[in-house]
């Protein structure tokens, strides 16, 4: 079983490009296999990651549910979310990508979730590297689609706001009983040095904080020009630190 990495934060503290860094650091360093699970109903992991994807999870499986019915057999319906699952799968360079998107709709058929829970999961085993790109309200990692992780990452920008959003995920995950191994805070977007302040705020919400990653200019540069996450130099200063924590954390 791989390492499996979980971020979340909310919108707009760049957790999407983070993640993306981090899948381009494991691939670079010639770690192993990585799973990218966009897991975050505003999927954009594919973009910055320079793959297109046709299927969600969330497509297929409604589409399993509309068909269900009609189906015979309990071994024809794994075979038919297996296959499913497997055409959702995006092959990008040294990683493939599989996209959630949005949760059920209304009447929610849990057989048809336990199902596709049940062969992500296996999917998973697959790889050394599991990174999941996940929304603040940490929809999937509570519905269980993908299972305890080694690291959460709680993603922020540099203010007090950010920090008590970022503490309220982690609340969160506490509360829904998500086994994290070690979850730690990036404060990403400082300009200077991080404010004494902020630094004691972080502590009096007893956080672990990982690393502090600068405004960086490349990757204004990459949104800007529609550019991917394996454009930015490689001296550029977000991705020197994501490497550097990368190999901090043994990952």
Do not use: W
């Amino acid at each position: 079983m791989g390492i499996k990495i979980a971020l979340a934060g909310k919108g707009g503290t760049g957790k999407t490009t983070i993640s993306a860094l981090i899948i381009r650091s494991i691939i670079e360093q010639k770690k192993g296999a990585v799973l990218a699970l966009d897991a975050d109903p505003n999927s954009n992991l594919n973009e910055i990651l320079g793959v297109k994807v046709t299927d969600t999870v969330g497509m297929i499986r409604e589409d399993f549910k509309k068909q269900a019915p009609r189906l015979a057999g309990g071994i024809y319906k794994d075979q038919l979310v297996e296959m499913n699952v497997h055409q959702a799968l995006v092959e990008g360079k040294g990683f493939d990508l599989l996209v959630m998107g949005r949760g059920e709709g209304p009447g929610c058929y849990c057989y048809a979730n336990n199902l596709f829970k049940k062969y992500i999961d296996i999917l998973q085993d697959n790889y050394n590297y599991v990174v999941m790109d996940n929304e603040a309200g940490m929809e999937h990692l509570s519905r269980r689609t993908t299972s305890d992780v080694d690291f959460l990452l709680i993603i922020s920008d540099p203010s007090p706001k950010g920090i008590l959003t970022a503490s309220r995920i982690k609340e969160l995950s506490e509360e829904m009983n998500i086994k994290a191994r070690k979850t730690f805070l990036i404060i990403n977007r400082v300009r200077g040095k991080l404010d004494e302040r902020l630094k004691n705020y972080i502590g009096e919400k007893k956080f672990d904080l990982l690393d502090v990653i600068d405004e960086d200019e490349n990757i204004y540069e990459m949104d800007l020009n529609n550019k991917t996450v394996f454009d930015i130099p490689s001296n550029s200063p977000a991705f020197k630190k994501v490497s550097s924590f990368i190999k901090e954390l043994g990952i």
